[in-house]
């Protein structure tokens, strides 16, 4: 038998490879998608962890500030200490960094009835924080428990804070401006402001707190804002 040689011809098709510059240009659009992908994750992930901080940071704004304002509001007009020079009552001290009253404690934080709420605001170095100490008062006066736990943090993180205090001008009849300290502790203001700033610089909602019972320490009629 003869063998057969099958030769191509020259219209004949031969089999052939990817070439070098095929096979970078595969390569080339083969990182440029897993770039873009790898991109587009990047992108969704920090979107995400952004969404969970500012909804974490708000849910943090609502329960500090709903305490404050529940707190705040429920202030009586009973007195916890005694000036010892002009035996004026103390129902309400306020100063910038620092805010004292009676309110009843609801049982869930204690035994009930009339405690002294001190709110301080304590600083280190940069870093500021908000603090609520709470003890009995009995008889116009605040009682001193060896038990009494330790303050109870409030907020922390903060650059700084601030409470001020307004209530009617006598002279004028109407709302005064606001005030860094409150001049008169035997009476109660009408609103108590607290302003907050959290350490990156992002201030927080203003907050401004109506007592109803100021009327009945002297403090006159409610005004709207």
Do not use: C, N
């Not at 994750?41 to 909804?55: D, F, I």
């Not at 992002?202 to 002297?218: C, D, E």
């Amino acid at each position: 038998m003869s063998r057969r040689v099958r030769r191509s011809g020259a219209g004949g098709r031969s089999a052939r490879g990817f070439t070098l510059i095929e096979i970078l240009l595969a390569m080339v659009l083969l990182v440029a998608g897993l770039a873009l992908a790898f991109a587009t994750l990047t992108a969704a992930t920090k979107t995400a962890s952004r969404g969970e901080s500012l909804a974490q940071r708000s849910e943090r704004e609502r329960a500090v500030e709903g305490f404050l304002r529940k707190r705040i509001a429920a202030t009586r007009p009973i007195p916890f200490a005694f000036d010892q020079s002009t035996a004026v009552p103390q129902r309400f001290v306020g100063e910038p960094d620092r805010l004292r009253f009676v309110a009843d404690l609801p049982d869930y934080l204690g035994q009930g009835g009339p405690y002294l709420h001190e709110f301080s605001i304590q600083s280190d170095g940069d870093q500021a924080r908000m603090v609520l100490q709470l003890s009995m008062v009995l008889a116009g006066e605040t009682i001193k428990d060896e038990r009494q736990r330790p303050p109870e943090l409030l907020v922390e993180g903060l650059k700084s804070a601030r409470f001020r205090y307004r209530s009617v001008d006598p002279q004028r009849g109407e709302l005064g401006e606001w005030q860094e300290r409150w001049p008169t502790p035997d009476q109660l203001p009408l609103f108590v402001e607290v302003t907050m700033t959290d350490r990156d610089g992002r201030a927080w909602p203003p907050l401004v707190v109506s007592l109803p019972l100021a009327s009945a320490s002297g403090g006159g009629f409610v005004p709207e804002l």
